[in-house]
């Protein structure tokens, strides 16, 4: 593998005593869709929450650029170029589309104009003024995604975008990863429905009870696909 853009060693998270990761190990190179595969309780989120820097207690290393994540303010990691899409996607309900597109500040060059969020998301166009409360899940998600790249951020943290949404949704989010794949975006995926990581990641890290336990890559998963099936339950 090339020189990671984002390694994570020996990581170890805290919600107060309790002790949810368990040194996770993984890497990341530029360009690349990796997913986050477990069942609920796993870790997942925590991890994206301790790369983000909005869970303060953590130990061990991530490193970005090859450097030191650890010890930086959220707000300090969003400027290096890192946006996070929470599983409870973030947008303000009593807000239109346009102006929830309009409030992420840019935090770096390059932050998407609108013109090409509508090429990207063009039923968002066509719902520009309507409320985040009035938009379909699917829409809604759309819109999440929408919002982190307005910021201009290259790294793209999406905690299970597909949750919750009709099969033809979920193909409509795989088109997107795979444009903004296209784009040159890495993005770490946090999911759990493998099928659809299947359609978009290159890599899939596999974690249990806080730390990774397995790694498999995308083009040999129908080998795999028992021992998957077995670690994640389905
Ligand atoms: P899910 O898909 O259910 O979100 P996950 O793999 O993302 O699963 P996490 O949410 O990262 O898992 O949870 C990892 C562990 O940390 C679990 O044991 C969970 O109970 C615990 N945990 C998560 N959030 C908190 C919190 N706010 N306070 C205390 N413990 C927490």
Redesign the pocket.
């Known amino acids: 593998m090339a020189e990671p853009l984002l390694s994570v060693a020996d990581l170890h998270?805290f919600?107060?005593e309790?002790h949810?990761?368990h040194g996770m190990n993984f890497d990341i190179a530029a360009g690349e869709v990796v997913t986050?595969l477990?069942?609920?309780?796993?870790?997942?989120?925590?991890?994206?929450?301790s790369i983000m820097g909005v869970l303060g207690q953590r130990r061990g290393s991530i490193r970005y650029q090859g450097q030191e994540l650890i010890g930086l303010s959220s707000n300090a990691i969003a400027r290096r170029g890192i946006a996070w899409c929470p599983?409870e996607r973030g947008i303000f309900a009593s807000l239109d589309v346009e102006e929830n597109l309009m409030l992420p500040p840019t935090v770096r060059p390059g932050g998407m104009s609108l013109d090409e969020i509508f090429t990207l998301f063009p039923n968002l166009k066509e719902r520009l003024r309507s409320q985040g409360t009035k938009l379909s899940g699917g829409e809604q998600q759309m819109l999440a995604i929408a919002r982190i790249l307005r910021t201009g951020a290259t790294l793209l943290l999406l905690?299970?975008p597909t949750e919750g949404l009709a099969p033809v949704i979920i193909q409509q989010i795989g088109r997107v990863i795979a444009a903004l794949k296209e784009r040159g975006f890495t993005i770490l995926l946090?999911e759990?429905n493998f099928r659809f990581a299947a359609t978009v990641a290159d890599r899939h890290y596999v974690?249990e009870h806080?730390t990774v336990v397995d790694m498999i890559e995308n083009r040999n998963l129908a080998q795999h696909l028992d021992r998957l099936r077995e670690r994640l339950g389905v």
């Open positions: 998270a919600y107060g309790s949810a990761l986050l477990g069942r609920n309780g796993a870790g997942k989120t925590t991890t994206l929450k599983e905690d299970e946090v759990q974690v806080g």
